[in-house]
């Protein structure tokens, strides 16, 4: 009996070590030295800049009903935009009767406000809304994968996460990575940080845009581990249980 009680002890310890906590998958955990979670620094927030291969909507209203009429099935008929304009490799995206626009590196408001003036040279009362076309993010890896709309701006982490259903436990959440295109030909940028940490809010991480890959990899070790402490009372109860079906057995046999 001291043996088989030793064997179950160890069998426990084993199996509680193999438990997700909320020290492994909690979120705005305060950095101390005993969780050595990481500090980061919070910096403002910036606007994003418009990039070569952007493609970019516009809605153009007007009183003049004979330019109304010219740009309206190039503009918004419906209610549903017809075209999107895309960002050349010069900066510069092609609207009808209007020449060459570069909006390269502005933002949605200063875009808009480029392409107003510019139709404003030949409509005067002319008003412009303009949006970009492909506001997405994608997920891989351990969170239900796919694209998702940025549908605000100051979208952050945890709000992109909560679209996917968040990221499972097998996650790792102390490598999460991001990869951010750049212009200009360069290589994208790879961000990499620990989300469980409080100090993640208003740093450079916290903050999703357009283009972005969210990348969670597998948590080496997950295959042994149990999603939670219902899960690891179940298993403890049916070894143990297994375990005396087969001591009552062999005491039998040999009996």
Known sequence: MRKITIILLGFVAVMMSSCYSHRVIGYLQEPTKSNKLPVYDSVPYQPYRIRVNDEII???VTMDETYSKMLGANTMTSGQYANSYRVYSDGTIDLP??????????????????????????????????????????????????Q??????????????????????????????????????????VLEFDMRTNTIIDSKYYYIYPNDVIYVAREKGSFYKVP???????????????LTTVLNYVAYVYK
Not at 156 to 171: C, E, H, P, R, W
């Open 58 to 60: 516009y809605r153009l």
């Open 97 to 146: 009767f209007l020449r060459p626009l570069k909006i390269q590196g502005l933002t949605e408001a200063e875009a808009q406000d480029t392409v107003k003036a510019a139709f404003r040279e030949i409509i005067p009362d002319a008003d412009v809304k303009l949006a970009l076309y492909n506001k997405y993010f994608s997920v891989v890896g351990d969170a239900n994968a796919g």
């Open 148 to 189: 998702f709309y940025v549908y605000k701006e100051k979208m952050n982490i945890f709000q992109a996460l909560a679209m996917t259903g968040d990221v499972m436990n097998s996650g790792d959440r102390r490598h999460i990575r991001i990869v951010r295109p750049r212009d200009g030909g360069q290589e994208p940028e």
């Open 228 to 242: 939670n402490y219902a899960a690891f009372t179940g298993l403890i109860t049916s070894s143990v249980a297994l």
